[in-house]
């Protein structure tokens, strides 16, 4: 019998372990290892930033749900990958061996990338784990009782960008409520070639639809933007042409700043030729199996995904909920089929879905393919957007609660949007 070993416990991981259970032959393991003894919902963590949610409210203890679906859960972090003897080392000594693994890891955030990032002096803030939202929570209560500039955004090489928009309007709609908005001069810096990029190209009309959604919230913005450094209250910002040289340069006074880092593969496995690209993110083929080693298989934001087109300044491809439930997925019948001794034929439907709250409104994407061209390309904007995104948090969360492994998106999403499905799944 087999022992399949799952990496990261977020958005990617927990999904994993459920299905991958539900999937499994009588008399395989599945094993869950995370640095945390918890699960929390990433989407939900600009509004704890801004004291719209309480930490805890998004966190889940995982020992109970995990002894419930009978997955043997590990909550130490990883210390060292090894393909070429299937065995992880963790952080407390011990060695654990594997038939297949799974990492799900996430990313790493590069915040020693630029000096006086995030992290590393918190002179600005980070909305990337809900542990980080602690201090940005604490430096928001701090700001609103003395106002001043925000600058806000994703810096050169980061791959998410709709939480950098998503948290610029969340702080907009908050400053509004307490009536001090006409205090604060309000900046949109980002590494994207135009408003709206988002690392997809484009997606619908989503360049005019946020440009003027920036616009009507009097948020000023500079694209193409490569942070050199932050400091105490300034970042200092080079604006590139389109060919690439250098247009101007911006020492953009703040009092409150968020700018979503790059990100790279965990130090795990960071070096690993053949299992990961330099940046540290794991090779894949369509069917989420590494080319070199056919047991270690990739889900989610640790995927190596090649960017949209070349850009002035370096912009990655995020991995949304939707696309990383598919690739859970495709993953798990994969396995399956090869543990039935067949070979992995289910490929993920890599389309994005993403909802965007604004606060009192908010704005809905699909791309599908993610990368263009695109059978369905849309954005739309609602208050259902809102109230459709605090429906998926209680979905969400209670779905971790329970065990449950259905994929959410694959179910609901693509029936709606009339998307294709993935196959049926292999009979157990």
């Known amino acids: 019998m087999a022992r399949i070993v799952i990496v990261g416990a977020g958005l990617g991981g927990v999904p994993m372990a459920y299905e991958m259970k539900a999937l499994a032959r009588d008399g395989d393991t599945v094993t869950l290892v995370h640095d945390r ?23 889940i203890p995982l020992e109970k749900p995990m002894a419930e679906a ?106 509004r409520r307490r009536r001090i908005r006409d205090q604060v001069p309000m900046t949109f810096v980002t590494s994207e070639p135009y408003i709206g990029h988002l690392g997809l190209g484009g997606v619908g009309d989503s360049k005019t639809m946020l440009e003027s959604e920036l616009r009507q919230r009097h948020i000023g ?39 979503i880092p790059a990100f790279t593969g965990i130090d795990a496995i960071q070096g690993l030729e053949g299992l990961v690209n330099p940046r540290g993110f794991v090779l894949i083929d369509k069917k989420q199996r590494n080319p070199q080693y056919g047991n270690v298989w990739a889900v989610g934001v640790a995927v190596a995904i090649p960017p949209v087109g070349e850009t002035p300044v370096p912009v990655g491809v ?5 696309m990383i439930e598919s690739m859970v997925t495709a993953a798990a019948n994969n396995i399956r089929a090869v543990l039935d001794g067949g070979l992995p034929t289910t490929e993920a439907t890599w389309n994005a879905v993403c909802l965007a709250d604004m606060g009192d409104t908010g704005l809905a994407f699909v791309a599908s393919p993610q990368i263009p061209p695109r059978n369905v390309n849309w954005m739309k904007k609602g208050k259902w957007v809102h109230y459709a995104k605090i429906l998926f948090e209680k979905y969400y969360l209670r779905k971790v609660r329970r065990g449950v492994s259905e994929p959410f998106y694959e179910k609901y999403a693509l029936q709606a949007l009339g998307l294709r499905k993935l196959k049926d799944r292999p009979p157990q």
């Open 221 to 259: 913005w500079i694209t193409n933007a490569k942070i050199d450094r932050v400091e105490p209250e300034t970042m200092h910002v080079t604006e590139m042409a389109e060919d690439g040289t250098e247009k101007t340069r911006h020492d953009l006074p703040f009092s409150y700043g968020m700018m």
């Open 37 to 59: 003894d918890y699960f929390h919902f990433v989407p939900s963590n600009p509004w704890v930033a801004v004291n719209w949610r309480e930490a805890e409210a998004i966190k």
């Open 318 to 322: 995020p991995k949304t909920g939707f």
């Open 70 to 175: 009978g997955i043997e859960f590990i909550p130490v972090a990883v210390n060292r990958v090894d393909p070429d003897n299937n065995a992880l080392t963790l952080a407390d000594g011990r060695t654990l061996d594997y038939d297949h693994l799974v990492l799900c890891t996430g990313a790493k955030l590069a915040f020693d990338e630029i000096p006086g990032l995030g992290r590393q002096e918190n002179y600005t803030q980070s909305i990337c784990h809900v542990d980080h939202t602690a201090a940005a929570r604490t430096a928001w209560d701090d700001f609103v009782r003395d106002p001043g500039p925000i600058v806000v955004g994703a810096v050169q090489g980061a791959s998410c960008f709709g939480p950098a928009y998503e948290f610029a309007f969340i702080m907009d709609a908050d400053l």
